[in-house]
């Protein structure tokens, strides 16, 4: 999926076979052990695994770039481990701010209609491109939207994998993955809460607890962890511009014994987010008269309420195996009412609204996966395996009121908003099951103590039934994917690497549970990508360094029509190229620089439309909402004994909101500013300026015809003042 603006809600593997065998007939334990999961099991006193607040954390082991446990040293691929105290201590209140502005190469293109949760990276844009995890979970995305994680309160780490990743969690994921890790229950007793005011009526208020239960009568047995995040605000943009949001997160572990541990959790999200789509654009720009203007009417409404219910097991009945099994189920609950399309009519001087639209979306995830990791040794080699399956099932019911057209104007400045119509709401329009089932394998032979071969394969079959409540028509179609990688590392030195890899990645067609009937005929898109890289420490860990290279080539994609987002196009194929840089510096006693630098050439190889009767091509184009450069650097000064000022500078590209790079968005640069006052040991004051300089950007837009019609405008400068304390 290239585009994926908030209208668009309509909605030869590796050599693998014999391995498991050798490895039974060959258990000899080739490497360190590792009996729990530590990464989702965290025991007494400190936790070896967990990501530092500062740095790349390339000694840190992941459970998103390989379901192995390996490092990012021991990973042939791009990976960014964010811990999410980084996050709060830089003042990034959501998922979204995390991710791009720690992240190497990752932007927003968040809207209303996708839930605010939609990224680019590589050159693709969209859910459907880009996937999101939830503690290693996959929520299947329905028509575009991604609602839930949204709070890094509850956030351990966020784990960023770029490029195809089809191998390890199935179609939807060659631009990368995003997967989001929460707090676990720890047998450590902690305690900490938060509270912030800010400008624009920002309020926010957190408690994170955690300990073990019982601990005199049942010693390490039984431990829980408890996150509450709630925040509002009277908003930027007058009208209906508020927003206020509820996170919780709760977990209880039991662990009966050192080689099993049971963890059962839930997550709650619910948010009431601003009911802003976007500001008209007068002659291509933003005039200063109605930047914070909402042309939504007075009693638009957005709800998302999601709930993530999960049971993990870790079992390792012997020092050579692990066995994990995640039984999960997710809900999700939406429903919009705006008017979501606004364009200035210079003819009238007035404002064009349109798109009377309320939508509900009732979805419902349940599943189970199970892995085996088996160490051993294979022709004599030190060898890991891991193989495993996933299936689950989803029904998804869209009511909307599509059948509804209506457009209204109002004045740029000085107009009543209006309400919505009550003959245009939504009605029952179509319901969908969708049946998954996939199995998955990866391998890490060790060919001597420098070099390593890593293979995966993952081969995923779901199969989708639609009704549609109107006609009671339906239609049924099953697809295959397939997704394999190989890689090479070299380990030079133990703080080093040198990694090639080729990988083979699937994308959905749309929202594959939303697909409709005239998009069922068209291919799955494909893609491959070849990357080489370099990574390392140096200067006993004063210096943290990655580098890469790549390029992708993506066939048979398919696209939302801009102006058109009922009609989707197979736009040919697509390619992108480009070069990476990670790099944490503690360049001084007291100062600390932390950047990232993502530059791409990214364009439509093949890509042919009829436009009026004629066939336009748009080859050689720059792919929508794609920037060919994004820049973040950090830099932290411990100005004096108890105070710590860290100052960010983001830089993104322009891009373009039509397939034919006339409607262009602008490049920007962002300035955030942090000062924290360690005022006892327990206990920490914190001023953050969010866009310092208050630039005027555009985090996503529309076109009509190859003309911009509106900006979805970020943050203006505001100011917040946190106080942080722990027990």
């Known amino acids: 999926m290239l585009l994926s603006i908030h209208r668009a809600r309509s909605g030869g593997p590796a050599p ?215 925040n509002r605000a009277d908003g930027w943009i007058r009208p209906e511009g508020d927003f206020r949001n509820l996170a919780v997160s709760a977990a209880l572990l039991f662990r009966p014994s050192a080689d099993l541990a049971f963890t059962l959790s839930h997550d709650l999200g619910y948010q009431e987010p601003a009911r802003y789509w976007g500001t008209p654009l007068v002659e291509g720009r ?53 008017v979501e399309q606004y364009s200035y009519n210079r003819g009238t001087g007035l404002v064009d609204r349109g798109d009377y639209l309320e939508i509900y979306h009732s979805q419902e995830q349940v599943g189970d996966r199970l892995d085996a990791t088996f160490r051993g040794s294979l022709f004599g080699l030190p060898n890991q395996f891991v193989a495993g399956f996933d299936v689950n099932h989803i029904d998804f019911r869209h009511t909307n009121n599509f059948y509804f057209d209506q457009t209204t104007s109002v004045p740029l400045v000085g107009y009543d908003p209006g309400l919505f119509p009550q003959n245009g709401r939504a009605r029952p329009a179509y319901a969908t099951q969708t049946s998954q089932a996939s199995v998955f ?28 409540l109107q006609t009671g028509s339906r239609f049924e179609k099953t697809y295959r994917a397939l997704g394999y990688r190989f890689g090479l590392v070299y380990n030079p030195t133990p703080d080093s690497a040198l990694y090639a890899q080729y990988s083979f990645a699937t994308d959905p067609v749309n929202s594959l549970i939303t697909l409709n009937q005239s998009l069922a005929g068209f291919k799955l898109a494909t893609g491959d990508q070849v990357e080489i890289g370099a990574k390392g420490l140096a200067f006993d860990g004063a210096v943290e360094w990655t580098i890469a290279g790549y390029r992708i080539v993506k066939d048979n994609l398919i696209s939302a029509i801009p102006g058109q987002p009922t009609l989707s196009t197979q736009v040919g194929s697509q390619s992108s190229q480009g070069f990476e840089l ?93 000062l924290d006052h360690q005022v006892t040991a327990e206990s920490r004051l914190s001023v953050r300026v969010y866009n310092l300089f208050d630039k005027v950007y555009a985090i996503s837009g529309n076109a009509v015809n190859g003309v911009g019609t509106n900006w979805l405008l970020g943050r203006p400068r505001s100011v917040e003042v946190a106080y942080t304390v722990t027990w």
Do not use: M
């Not at 638009?300 to 709930?307: F, V």
């Not at 391998?443 to 779901?462: A, E, M, N, Y």
């Not at 100052?647 to 602008?666: E, H, I, K, M, W």
């Open 441 to 468: 394998a990866e391998d890490r032979l060790i060919l001597s103590d420098k070099l390593s071969f890593l293979t995966g394969v993952r081969l995923d079959v779901p199969t989708l039934n639609r009704e549609d």
């Open 582 to 674: 990670a790099l944490g510096w503690r360049f001084a006693p007291g100062w600390r620089l932390d950047g990232n630098l993502a530059l791409l050439h990214a364009q439509y190889d093949r890509f042919d439309q009829t436009v009026n009767g004629a066939t336009v091509s748009y080859a050689g184009n720059q792919p929508i909402d794609v920037p060919e450069r994004v820049a973040n650097l950090w830099l932290t000064w411990d100005v004096y004994r108890d105070w710590t000022a860290r100052v960010g500078l983001q830089n993104v590209g322009q891009v373009y909101s039509d397939f034919g790079n006339t409607a262009r968005r602008p490049a920007y640069n962002l300035v955030n500013v942090v």
């Open 286 to 338: 933003i005039p200063d008269l109605i930047r914070f203007n909402n042309y939504n009417v007075r009693d638009a409404k957005i709800t998302w309420a999601d709930n993530w219910t999960q049971l993990k097991t870790e079992w390792s009945p012997s020092a050579d195996i692990t066995i994990r099994n995640t039984a999960y189920r997710l809900t999700s609950r939406r429903h919009w009412l705006d």
């Open 16 to 230: 693998l076979c014999g391995v498991l065998l050798a490895l039974l007939a060959s258990p000899t334990a080739a490497q360190e052990a590792v009996t729990l999961d530590e990464l989702s099991v965290a025991g007494a006193g400190g936790d070896p695994n967990r990501a530092a607040p500062t740095g790349l954390n390339l000694r840190t082991p992941d459970r998103t770039a390989s379901r192995l446990g390996l490092t990012p040293l021991e990973t042939p691929a791009s990976l960014d481990i964010v811990s999410g105290e980084t996050a709060r201590l830089r003042g990034q209140d959501t998922i979204a701010e995390a991710v791009t502005q720690d992240a190497t190469g990752i932007t927003t293109i968040a809207a209303p209609g996708n839930g605010n949760g939609a990224f680019t990276s590589r050159g693709f844009a969209g859910p459907n491109s880009i996937q999101q995890l939830y503690d290693g979970t996959r929520f299947y995305v329905g028509a575009n939207t991604v609602t839930f994680p949204f709070d890094t309160w509850n956030v351990e780490r966020i784990e960023v994998l770029r490029g195809p990743s089809s191998v390890l969690y199935g179609d939807g994921a060659i631009g990368g993955v995003i997967n989001v890790v929460p707090k676990k229950p720890v047998f450590v007793p902690i305690n900490a809460a938060r509270a912030v005011v800010g400008t624009d009526g920002v309020a926010r208020l957190a408690f994170d607890s955690g300990g073990g239960i019982g601990q005199a009568e049942f010693g390490d047995t039984f431990a829980y962890r408890l996150n509450v995040s709630g």
